[in-house]
């Protein structure tokens, strides 16, 4: 089992930054982290993705350029440092891992075994 907690989150002004972490604890086995938000009413989207085997991201284009996923093995927490930050990112942050290779499948969170509880982020404008 992998426990995934997530924070960081806040209200923030639009351009505004934020950084996001994700703690995992448990069985650390995971191939996969990643991000994803969900916004009122919305369906819960991908944001960004890392392996932990390997220097390999993605990105939602919507985040291009203005977020950054990284890690930290050692502390096997994977963060999200938000840039130029826009009121449509407003959303409930999750972070996701999974032990699977899950390779063009990154964007699914069908493809991912643990969440985390999530945390808000609100970008007023």
């Known amino acids: 089992q992998v426990q995934l907690v997530e924070s960081g989150g806040g209200l923030v002004q639009a351009g505004g930054s934020l950084r996001l972490s994700c703690a995992a604890s448990?069985?650390?086995?995971?191939?996969?982290m990643g991000w994803f938000r969900q916004a009122p009413g919305k369906e819960r989207e991908f944001v960004a993705t890392t392996s932990w085997t390997g220097s390999i991201t993605y990105y939602a284009d919507s985040v291009k350029g203005r977020f950054t996923i990284s890690r930290d093995n050692a502390k096997n927490t994977v963060y999200l440092q938000m840039n130029s930050l826009k009121p449509e990112d407003t959303a409930v942050f999750y972070c996701?891992?999974?032990?699977?290779?899950?390779?063009?499948?990154?964007?699914?969170?069908?493809?991912?075994?643990?969440w985390g509880q999530g945390t808000q982020v609100t970008v007023s404008s």
């Open positions: 448990g069985r650390t086995f995971s191939t996969y």
């Open positions: 996701a891992a999974t032990q699977r290779y899950i390779g063009s499948a990154y964007y699914q969170p069908r493809s991912y075994d643990y």
